[in-house]
């Protein structure tokens, strides 16, 4: 306890700004480094200089100071609760804040660092994407753990620094937790729980993902979560949740195709559409691997 004390000092405003000092340059180094870079290179030259401010720098460091409250706060109160999440967030963000996001997410990083209870085992399904500067597909994992308390899902506070997601990404596995707990509940399970995410592959975590093409296998991960069951770890879901909620096709099928044929872990996919099934299947005939591997469609019928 004296050491996480030593480590998180509460109501020590330094800490706080230096942390948050040496993190915003790793973030300017993480928006250089990718392909295209998240901020041109003229604007982060000022934003070093400190000539420039960027919404998108400026939501992180605000965030990244509520992870070091949240820290703080847990090490001085075990039995930390909404309330006063409630209170680092309206403190950080002036109260302004119309995202619920924020909130879960910073309740999330408390229960993290307080050890909260985690429900069974850790669930994973496969998802496919593609590198847009490459033009190939890949294959990662989308990993989900449920804790006690709440209903709320949150980005795993290990990986969230690295990350970048879109809002359509974000909102997409958002609907993807909300169609799975209505559709768990509908079965008779508990729904007293929320759910920490992550998105790795090669066993790191993604630090760029953008579009909705993630939530059909999301959906199928946190499905199998609270139903305390396992997903086949031989399917993948080429599918997403549109606007409406509803399963839709995904783009560049041809591309992630190719990459679950060349992994030789994968004996089914599923998809929404016809059109999803027709690549796919074109595909694996190229390949060589149709009938090895099936594709099945799945379109709500």
């Not at 209505?182 to 008779?188: K, P, V």
Request: glycine share 6%.
């Amino acid at each position: 306890q004296s050491k996480q004390q030593a480590c998180f000092p509460s109501g020590s405003p330094k800490w706080v700004d230096e942390c948050s000092a040496a993190v915003e340059k790793s973030l300017l180094s993480f928006a250089r480094s990718q392909t295209p870079p998240l901020i041109k290179e003229d604007d982060l030259k000022l934003m070093e200089e400190d000539k420039l401010k960027s919404p998108w720098l400026s939501e992180k460091l605000k965030l990244v100071r509520g992870l070091f409250r949240c820290a703080a706060a847990a090490v001085e109160n075990p039995d930390f609760k909404q309330n006063d999440i409630e209170r680092i967030v309206d403190e950080i963000f002036g109260g302004k804040t119309e995202s619920s996001r924020h909130r879960n997410w910073m309740w999330g990083c408390a229960r993290t660092f307080l050890n909260a209870h985690a429900r069974g085992r850790k669930v994973t399904t496969h998802v496919a994407l593609v590198n847009t500067s490459k033009k190939e597909g890949y294959l990662a994992k989308f990993e989900v753990e449920l804790i006690e308390g709440g209903n709320w899902i949150f980005h795993h506070p290990a990986d969230w620094i690295a990350g970048y997601f879109d809002e359509e990404f974000l909102s997409s596995i958002e609907m993807a937790w909300q169609e799975a707990r209505n559709l768990a509940e509908s079965e008779g399970a508990s729904l007293d729980y929320s759910a920490r995410w992550r998105l790795v592959a090669g066993g790191a975590p993604l630090s760029s993902v953008q579009g909705r093409s993630a939530s059909g296998a999301a959906g199928l991960a946190f499905y199998h979560a609270l139903k305390s069951t396992v997903p086949d770890d031989e399917i993948i879901v080429l599918a997403q949740f549109d606007k409406q909620r509803n399963l839709e096709g995904v783009d560049s099928v041809m591309e992630k195709t190719r990459a679950i044929a060349a992994s030789d872990r994968i004996d089914k996919i599923v998809v929404a559409t016809r059109s999803n099934s027709d690549e796919a299947e074109s595909v694996l005939k190229e390949c060589g691997k149709l009938g090895s591997i099936k594709v099945e469609l799945n379109d709500g019928e």
